[in-house]
């Protein structure tokens, strides 16, 4: 099933449109100068039939959108990666490996296009998660949902009701290990991001990451 056919060629929001051309013509980082940047909404990575959904914010300006594969090509994306492997959930724990591949798992983001500072606007997000989270999650549904970050597990709570599912009132507190039920929907577990912010200062630890997947490995069954 293609539930987001026309995904790259997208230009809804006119101001991540210009952020992440301009960052990937005229103002690459000086590391990557040679490299051709993809400069385009990032695709989702993995498969529809996974158990396990990843949700992150964005793709980074000199990360996905620069290597066209969600969360790949920064710090964050070694770490992720690197834990997905120790957890038996990708086939390499280098995320820029040509041959990478996910083992029941699927990463998608609230926002398809990097962001100016990382922060796209409300009605950025809305309309990114109206066009293509909403009709990516209904077309799988996953057994677990991991959210990378507050702002991500804020969208799927907010949004819960449009796949069907229950969202306990007042809604959850996001935490790193935060669990919720979201019956007849998956398990939802919180994580804080791994972004170099939490995991230079020790806010985030390996181990801490690690326990994220063993848990998820444990809701899907997998």
Request: net charge neutral; charged share 25%; with cysteine.
């Amino acid at each position: 099933m293609t539930v987001h056919a026309g995904l790259t060629e997208c230009r809804l929001c006119p101001r991540l449109v210009e952020w992440r051309e301009r960052k990937a013509t005229t103002e690459k980082r000086a590391a990557f100068a040679g490299e051709e940047y993809w400069g385009r909404p990032v695709p989702s990575f993995g498969s529809l039939d996974a158990p396990i959904l990843v949700v992150g914010l964005a793709p980074a300006a000199h990360g996905g959108n620069r290597t066209g594969r969600m969360f790949t090509g920064d710090r964050s994306g070694d770490w992720l990666y690197r834990a997905l492997h120790r957890a038996g959930l990708a086939t390499s724990p280098d995320d820029e490996d040509p041959d990478l591949g996910l083992i029941d798992v699927r990463i998608t983001a609230v926002c398809h296009c990097a962001p100016p500072d990382n922060k796209p606007t409300t009605v950025e997000i809305a309309t990114c998660v109206d066009t293509w989270l909403i009709p990516e999650v209904a077309a799988m549904p996953p057994r677990v949902v991991v959210t990378l970050g507050q702002l991500a597990w804020t969208q799927v709570l907010r949004r819960g009701a449009d796949w069907g599912w229950a969202v306990p009132r007042p809604r959850p507190r996001f935490g790193h290990g935060a669990e919720v039920d979201l019956e007849p929907g998956p398990v939802l577990l919180g994580s804080y991001h791994p972004s170099q912010q939490n995991t230079f200062t020790g806010r985030l630890t390996e181990e801490m990451f690690d326990a994220v997947w063993r848990r998820a490995k444990q809701l899907s069954g997998t």
